[in-house]
């Protein structure tokens, strides 16, 4: 089992940054993949990044350039720094991490971001 709290959602203006955080706890050392997903209204819940175990990151191709992803293990926390934010990146941000022994999927409750034009 792995539990996720995601934080950092807000309001900004187009051209900002935010920086979201996703504090891991649990099964963390069976954890083989993290990411970064998010849901708009009337849409499908998309892939933004992810970051394996060994530390190889992909990222969407709307993301790529202004996205980073990246986690601190000692601190058991996922990050996504948004820079350069468009109103199409506003969402609501979930984070997500498989199980090595298992491949189920767990989710955070997610955090609002929303940028306005």
């Known amino acids: 089992q792995v539990q996720l709290v995601e934080s950092g959602g807000d309001l900004v203006q187009s051209g900002g940054s935010l920086r979201l955080s996703c504090l891991a706890s649990?099964?963390?050392?069976?954890?083989?993949?993290m990411g970064w997903h998010r849901q708009a209204p009337g849409k499908q819940r998309e892939l933004v990044a992810g970051?394996?175990?060994?530390?190889?990151?992909n990222y969407a191709t709307s993301v790529k350039g202004r996205f980073t992803i990246s986690r601190d293990d000692t601190k058991n926390t996922l990050y996504l720094q948004m820079d350069s934010l468009k109103p199409e990146d506003t969402a609501i941000y979930y984070c997500?991490?498989?199980?090595?022994?298992?491949?189920?999927?767990?989710w955070g409750q997610g955090t609002q971001v929303t940028v306005s034009s």
């Open positions: 970051i394996s175990r060994g530390g190889s990151t």
């Open positions: 649990g099964s963390i050392s069976s954890i083989v993949t």
């Open positions: 997500n991490a498989v199980l090595m022994t298992t491949m189920k999927n767990y």
